[in-house]
C-alpha cells in the first residue's frame, strides 16, 4: 500500500514538473523580458546565420531570457527553424515568439520617407540625414556616383541629378545606404515617366526630356492647381518659341537661396538668371513631381505671356505688356 503511495507521489511530482517545465517555458517564450523599456537594437540577421548564432546574438544584446528557449521555439514553432536573413530592430519590450515570428516573416526594420514635389536634391540630403540613415555628405557624394538608366545617358555634360530624384513617400529598409535612395528615386522616376516616352519623342517644340524636366521644375514653383500648372507651363513654351526670356524668378532664387527675388539679384551673371539668359536653365531647379511633368507634355494653348500670383494666392494672366502691368497694379500693389 505503502508502494503506491510512492508510487502517485512520483507520477504528481513528475507531472508538476512537466507542468511547471511548459509555464516556465511559456513564460521565458510569450512574456517580454521588459514591459517599459521601448528602446530599438539593430540587429543583423545574415544568410549564413545558424538559429543557435542568432539566438547567442540576442541573448548577448540583452533581449530574450533564454538563447536555449529561443532555439528550441524557433525551430518547434511555427516558425519551423525558418528565419529570413536582413535588417531588423527590437526592443525588450517584445517576447522571443514576437521577434521570432517576425524573422519568420521577414518583418524587416523599415523606415519611411516622404520627399513632397518641388524639393531639391539638396533638401533630401538633410532629411536623409536628420532620418538617421546616414550623412548628407554621404548623399552628396552618392549624388556623383554613376547609374544604369537611359533617361541619364541624355543629359547635357556635367548637369547635376536635380530634377530626376522623384519625390513620392518610399518605404525603405533602415540599412538602407545613401546610393540605395538615389536609385531607388531614379528607378521611381523611370517607371513614372515611361507612359509618356513615346510622346516626349513626338513634343512638337522639339523639348528633350531633360528640357521638359528644367520646364516642368519652373512650373511645379509657379502652379498651385493643374490647371495653372498647364496654362503656365503654355505661357513658358509661347515665350521660348517667340525667343523671349523666362524671366522667371524661381530659376534665380535657386542659385542665390533667396525667397524673393531683389533688384540685385536680376543682375547676377548666371545661365540660371533667365532675365538676362534666353532658353531654359542648365538644368531643373528642383524635382518635380508628375502633375508639372505632364503639365509640359500638355499644356493648354493660349495667346498669354505673362502671368503673376496675386497677394490672395490666384493666377492672374496677361496677353501683352499692357495687361500684365495692370493685373500687378491691381493684384500685387
Request: aromatic share 10%; net charge neutral.
Amino acid at each position: 500500500m505503502k508502494s503506491k503511495y510512492i508510487i502517485l507521489i512520483i507520477i504528481s511530482a513528475f507531472i508538476s514538473l512537466i507542468f511547471l517545465s511548459i509555464t516556465v517555458f511559456a513564460f521565458l517564450v510569450f512574456v517580454p523580458l521588459s514591459f517599459s523599456s521601448t528602446s530599438l537594437q539593430d540587429v543583423e540577421i545574415t544568410p549564413k546565420s545558424s538559429i543557435k548564432t542568432i539566438a547567442s546574438n540576442f541573448k548577448s544584446q540583452k533581449l530574450i531570457w533564454s538563447d536555449l528557449v529561443f532555439e528550441i521555439y524557433a525551430k518547434l514553432g511555427s516558425a519551423r527553424g525558418q528565419l529570413k536573413p536582413g535588417f531588423y530592430q527590437f526592443s525588450q519590450n517584445q517576447s522571443t515568439a514576437t521577434m521570432i515570428d517576425n524573422l519568420h516573416k521577414g518583418k524587416t526594420a523599415t523606415r519611411k520617407l516622404t520627399f513632397i514635389e518641388g524639393i531639391t536634391n539638396n533638401e533630401i540630403g538633410r532629411k536623409f540625414s536628420e532620418s538617421g540613415l546616414g550623412s548628407q555628405q554621404e548623399f552628396e557624394a552618392a549624388l556623383k556616383d554613376s547609374y544604369n538608366y537611359d533617361f541619364l545617358a541624355h543629359r547635357p555634360s556635367g548637369v547635376s541629378l536635380e530634377g530626376y530624384l522623384f519625390p513620392d513617400t518610399y518605404i525603405e529598409k533602415i540599412n538602407l545606404t545613401a546610393k540605395g535612395l538615389v536609385n531607388d528615386m531614379l528607378e521611381n522616376f523611370d517607371e513614372k515617366i515611361s507612359p509618356f516616352k513615346e510622346t516626349i519623342a513626338k513634343n512638337p517644340d522639339g523639348l528633350s526630356l531633360h528640357q521638359i524636366i528644367t520646364l516642368a521644375s519652373i512650373v511645379e514653383h509657379e502652379g498651385k492647381t493643374q490647371e495653372d500648372r498647364r496654362l503656365i507651363a503654355g505661357i513658358l513654351l509661347n515665350r521660348l518659341r517667340q525667343g523671349m526670356n523666362l524671366e522667371a524668378d524661381v530659376t534665380i532664387n535657386y542659385i542665390t537661396g533667396h525667397k524673393k527675388t531683389t533688384a540685385d539679384d536680376l543682375k547676377i551673371d548666371s545661365p540660371y538668371n533667365t532675365y538676362k539668359v534666353k532658353g531654359l536653365p542648365p538644368g531643373p531647379i528642383n524635382n518635380p513631381g508628375l502633375e508639372s511633368i505632364e503639365a509640359v507634355i500638355f499644356p493648354t494653348p493660349s495667346d498669354y505671356l505673362f502671368f503673376i500670383s496675386g497677394k490672395d494666392g490666384k493666377i492672374y494672366y496677361g496677353r501683352n505688356l499692357d495687361e500684365h502691368n495692370s493685373n500687378i497694379a491691381r493684384y500685387l500693389n
